[in-house]
Nanobody, 122 residues
């Protein structure tokens, strides 16, 4: 019903920057939470940043002051600006949106993007 397409991953040197995008399409009335997660091989997926429709943002301690989440509700798109990247930031990054599908829907359904790889060279 809803598709999330991520872009912006790639290879960057330590200290550099990348900007990830996640665009949603499909049966969307509104999007509440827009979230970015990351996952290293063999590890659990961890929440990196979260933005809710009331303007609240939250960040993992490891990225505070370096990463910024933003959103464009008209485009159903979330962004993750990543600055001062470290080798430890190298992971697969996933977006997840909490979507209200129709005006009659009373709960949000979570949808995941396919993931985009971020590689940081030291």
């Amino acid at each position: 019903q809803v598709q999330l397409v991520e872009s912006g991953g790639g290879l960057v040197q330590a200290g550099g920057s990348l900007r990830l995008s996640c665009a949603a399409s499909g049966r969307i009335f509104s999007i509440n939470a827009m979230e970015w997660y990351r996952q290293a091989p063999g590890k659990q997926r961890e929440l990196v940043a979260r933005s809710t429709n009331d303007g609240t943002t939250n960040y993992a301690d490891s990225v505070k002051g370096r990463f910024t989440i933003s959103r464009d509700n008209d485009k159903n798109t979330a962004y993750l600006q990543m600055n001062r990247l470290k080798p430890d930031d190298a992971d697969d990054y996933y977006c997840r949106f909490g979507v209200r599908n129709t005006i009659l829907t009373t709960t949000d359904t979570n949808y995941w993007g396919q993931g985009t790889q971020v590689t940081v060279s030291s």
